[in-house]
């Protein structure tokens, strides 16, 4: 499992969001680098974001959702075509997990555990 996870649920359909796109970028001097990417599984989960011998360091961090094609593949229109979660890394031996919650026209996002 990835120092860094997400979940995805969507709060207007009652359930897991799956096959959400996901990318996760690194703060560098030159701007963002990528990480790794994937997509949710069935349960809205994303437990292998980055390659399995990556340590997170201190910094600043991006995950960014591709939540208008989920939209679209599930038939809902939304307001949003993605969603940008900056945060930084303070402790790197802690494991991160970004949960989303999700709906067409707003979503909460916290640190989850």
């Not at 989920?70 to 949003?80: C, E, H, M, S, V």
């Amino acid at each position: 499992m990835s120092g860094i996870t997400t979940h995805v649920l969507d709060t207007a359909r009652g359930r897991p969001a799956a096959d959400v796109p996901v990318t996760l970028e690194a703060k560098t001097e030159g701007g963002w680098s990528l990480v790794g990417r994937g997509a949710t599984d069935a349960d809205g989960r994303l437990r292998d974001l980055a390659p399995a011998d990556f340590v997170p360091g201190a910094g600043d961090y991006r995950l960014t959702f591709d939540v208008g094609s989920y939209f679209n593949a599930t038939g809902q229109r939304g307001f949003y075509t993605e969603v940008c979660v900056s945060f930084v890394v303070q402790d790197p031996a802690s494991h991160y997990h970004v949960p989303l919650l999700l709906s067409p026209y707003g979503y909460t996002t916290y640190r989850g555990s």
